[in-house]
């Protein structure tokens, strides 16, 4: 395609006219027309920092709060955490670009700071005799506004110099020629991620070294663009009925249902393309990112829905060949295949014996027969090198429980004596805890290496540390004192000793070159790694390294990348330069090799789902060779999901698992 040369005026004349499209689309997406259908969800307010809230949703007056139902979750992976204040705001959403970028202040402060230090730089260049001999003036300062718009300029001329005719790079090159006053008096203040950049460079921030691969054709056709935005017009339908409405009755469902039919032809199609494309275009990998940027990813992602509505409707034989198509196709939704498994195998157990024809069989041998295809079912799970971990034990206990069932001799029943789910021990530590009115010092001490704030709308309650110098601390460093007195070393670090240990066991895999997840030099993370392409994209690495954490390399591999980054406290996500090297070593060396290798696949499979969850205290004895976590509930506190997924998965693996409940022994008011 050769790009042709258009005035503006023939551009503009282009603006509010509708395209003309290349393949029908489906009438739920109502992409001829808007009529009926809902109203795109009210913008965020700004606010000042003064008002206490960064953002808050606008409502009209007098409007009723909507109801948020959680029947289907949105992400990947379900990862609610009914901890959470219910009061308290939700997190902005972020793209995985921004999740994939480091922290950088970018308040009024910062930027003073960035002009300063840039008009001292220029002053030491030049130098004083240097400014005479040039008769040079230096600036005040230097704006951070001339800086972004520069660069703003010179990445596009670099990446797309060919867009831009004669006349227009003429006046580039007069904006070259201006001097800097000049300049600034027509850079202003922009309201972009140019100044975050740019903050991050002179933050002089060390970053991994990795082949940047930037996307040049995301979508390979208009039409495929167009399609992919009224497929997310379809499915912010499908959620608004499910998940915002309330309790959706027989209508919305039967709206459902509508929807689904009306893309599900489509969706074979595009599944059949792209299995195409897998075989035959995509090297290894290539093309799992961007898929999420297909129709077909969405369109999944409704029919996924759709069998939540068919279940609900008791149309178990339309559902159980919905599940088989879902499992077929093994390039869309990859973490979602071990509850189709699930799913499917119930439906077999239960269902499907009463709903196919028996062949001539007995009710009894129909029975079985449907056992012994959901015990298969179970199989092809386990067996599933995309199925999730913290859905095997569930598989594992069908098995047990079909195999049962169908009387199946012991010797030939399944052995899973590798899994020692152990019981969570529940332990009661008692302390003084402390009441007052004022607000709680900041100088507090703290367990954790790094500090740590309190989640907004939470009180936190105050104890007294008897074990170490009887000081004020937080609940979870009195428990930490507790078994500190008994020989445990730890942490109150939550997720952060997990992240770290997988962020140095892990790190030459994170930056293995995979096509299009490396878009800028500024990452700490790939783009997919909170997405479900980052394990099967990279299967065979993962496996290769949890094989050696396994086999007990891990401490070997700790101080590997110790030993080449530590220096340079290179910015890679979830790690922490705080902890010690020595501590990680030694909690690598009491970590059985299995154990840790779990852990890193849960991580590894669902790193942006399984960020919460993890027990707040971590302990390791290194006498004992034994490694501990321990979670500490005070009063009316009670286990959220993700918390309770986090304890199976690690009794699972044989790690010990203590429930803490803080008891006041005495309670002391301070007026």
């Not at 302390?431 to 954790?448: A, C, F, L």
């Not at 890193?600 to 004992?624: N, T």
């Amino acid at each position: 395609m050769v790009l042709q040369q258009r005035s503006p005026s023939k551009h503009n004349q282009m603006l509010g006219k509708k395209q003309t499209t290349l393949i029908p689309h489906p009438k739920s997406t109502h992409y001829d027309g808007d009529d009926g259908a809902p109203a795109r969800p009210l913008k965020r307010v700004k606010r000042d920092e003064a008002d206490g809230d960064t953002a808050d949703h606008a409502q009209s007056p007098g409007s009723p709060k909507p109801a948020v139902r959680r029947v289907i979750p949105d992400s990947d992976a379900e990862s609610d955490d009914e901890d959470a204040d219910a009061d308290a705001p939700a997190p902005a959403a972020r793209t995985d670009l921004e999740s994939a970028l480091p922290p950088v202040e970018t308040d009024k402060e910062a930027i003073e700071a960035y002009e300063i230090q840039r008009a001292a730089e220029e002053a030491e260049r030049l130098g004083q005799d240097g400014r005479l001999r040039e008769g040079k003036w230096v600036k005040g300062r230097s704006s951070i506004y001339v800086d972004a718009f520069n660069l703003a300029l010179d990445t596009v001329l670099e990446e797309e110099r060919h867009l831009f005719d004669e006349v227009e790079m003429e006046v580039f090159s007069q904006w070259r020629a201006l001097e800097y006053e000049a300049q600034y008096l027509y850079a202003h203040p922009p309201r972009s991620s140019l100044t975050t950049i740019i903050l991050a460079k002179i933050a002089r921030r060390n970053y991994p070294d990795y082949v940047v691969s930037r996307s040049a054709n995301i979508f390979a056709s208009r039409a495929l663009l167009l399609e992919f935005e009224a497929s997310l017009r379809t499915q912010f339908r499908v959620d608004n009925i499910l998940e915002f409405n309330g309790t959706p009755g027989p209508k919305d469902l039967q709206v459902i249902l509508d929807l689904f039919e009306d893309v599900y032809p489509r969706w074979l199609v595009l599944i059949q393309e792209e299995q195409a494309k897998e075989d035959s275009i995509y090297i290894s990998g290539e093309g799992a990112y961007l898929r999420r940027l297909s129709p077909a990813w969405v369109y999944t992602r409704i029919v996924h829905k759709a069998t939540y509505v068919l279940g609900k409707f008791k149309q178990h034989k339309r559902e159980h060949e919905l599940l088989t198509e879902l499992l077929t196709q093994r390039l869309f939704h990859a973490s979602r295949r071990g509850a189709w498994y699930q799913r499917k195998a119930l439906l077999e157990e239960h269902y499907m014996a009463g709903l196919m024809p028996s062949e001539g069989r007995s009710e009894e041998s129909q029975k079985r027969h449907w056992r012994q295809i959901a015990l298969q079912t179970c199989e092809e799970g386990l067996q599933d090198n995309l199925v999730h971990q913290i859905y095997h034990y569930d598989l594992q206990k069908r098995v047990a429980k079909l195999e049962k069932a169908l009387k199946i001799a012991k010797r030939f029943q399944h052995s899973f004596s590798h899994v020692r789910l152990a019981t969570p021990v529940e332990v009661t530590i008692e302390g003084i805890r402390i009441e007052r009115e004022s607000t709680p010092d900041k100088n507090r001490r703290n367990s954790s290496p790094f500090p740590t704030t309190a989640r907004r709308g939470i009180r936190r309650t105050i104890w007294l540390d008897e074990h170490e110098g009887g000081g004020e601390c937080s609940v979870e460093a009195m428990c930490l004192s507790h078994y500190r007195a008994q020989g445990w070393k730890g942490f109150h670090s939550e997720g952060g000793i997990v992240r770290t240990l997988f962020a140095h066991l892990f790190y030459d895999v994170l930056f293995a070159y995979v096509p299009n997840v490396f878009q800028t030099p500024f990452q700490t993370c790939p783009l997919d790694l909170h997405t479900d392409a980052f394990f099967p994209t990279r299967l065979s690495e993962i496996n290769h390294r949890l094989a050696r954490i396994a086999n007990g390399d891990a401490p070997r591999l700790i101080r590997g990348v110790w030993d080449a980054h530590a220096e340079r406290k290179t910015c890679v996500v979830g790690l922490d330069w705080a902890f010690e090297v020595g501590d990680l070593v030694e909690i690598a060396e009491c970590f059985e090799g299995e154990a840790l290798a779990t852990v890193c696949r849960v991580v590894a499979q669902e790193y942006g789902q399984r960020g919460g969850g993890v027990p707040d205290l971590f302990l390791w004895h290194p006498e004992r060779g034994e490694v501990m976590f321990a979670e500490v509930k005070s009063e009316n506190d009670r286990l959220s999901d993700t918390q309770r997924l986090w304890i199976h998965v690690l009794t699972g693996a044989g790690v010990g698992v203590q429930l803490c409940n803080a008891v006041a022994k005495e309670v002391r008011t301070i007026g």
